[in-house]
């Protein structure tokens, strides 16, 4: 099945600084990988995602690229804000509407 | 839409004990997923749904796990009996897949076991 790891497991940044989390999948056939932040005691809540037929796509500070030749995808924020501190999931979908999801990183911006 | 809606937010209970945790899933949503957090292990897939139908269930941990979707508005996840080990966070979500192209997964507040 669908394997998904997820680096780095916590990131630090300076407030204003960009913040990048990377993605490895192991099934070429997936086609579409969401990302995800938890707030602390909240919901996963879908902050933006990508279909394998696509290569980049922003939305405001955020973005998230894939290449699938070598099986990878990342989220990057940048100009980073305090209220972007929280835990970020990458996921990839196995078969049907089955998720696979990474480890997660816990992201904290510094003021 | 009231979203997906999960009881009760909070349960505490002593091992050994039954415990029940309920999810109702958006209105025509196909698919329904438990998800089991921790701090240790992450989100783990336990058990999903497809129009009611267990689809799979290789995630549950071991036989005192159980689910069951009587109907497309209503699912259950039972522990039976309850252990230490099973405190986390449970989380229901649901999708169906013309959300999962366009919205992905929709979770529920998600329901805060504690076993002691």
């Known amino acids: 099945g669908e394997n998904v790891e997820q680096h780095p497991s916590t990131l630090s940044v300076q407030e204003g600084d960009s913040a990048v989390i990377k993605c490895t999948y192991s099934d070429s056939a997936s086609n579409y990988f969401p990302w995800y932040k938890q707030e602390l005691g909240k919901r996963p809540q879908l902050i933006i995602d990508i279909r394998s037929n696509v290569g980049e796509k922003k939305d405001q500070r955020i973005a998230v690229t894939l290449n699938k030749t070598a099986k990878h995808f990342s989220l990057h924020i940048t100009e980073t804000q305090p209220e972007d501190s929280a835990v970020y999931f990458c996921a990839a979908v196995e078969y049907g509407n089955k998720l696979v999801f990474g480890a997660g990183t816990i992201l904290r911006v510094k003021s | 839409d009231a979203g997906v809606i999960q009881s009760p937010r909070h349960e505490v209970t002593e091992m050994g004990q039954e415990v029940t945790l309920r999810c109702k899933p958006i209105?025509?949503?196909?698919?329904l997923f438990w998800y089991r957090q921790t701090m240790m292990r992450g989100l783990e897939l336990l058990i999903y749904f497809n129009n009611n139908v267990p689809i799979d269930d290789s995630g549950m941990p071991e036989d005192r796990f159980s689910a069951k979707m009587p109907n497309a508005s209503f699912s259950t996840l039972k522990i039976q009996p309850s252990e230490p080990r099973d405190s986390a966070v449970y989380f229901c979500a649901s999708s169906s897949r013309v959300e999962l192209a366009n919205y992905g997964y929709t979770f529920g507040s998600g329901t805060r076991l504690t076993v002691v």
């Open positions: 209105s025509g949503h196909n698919s």
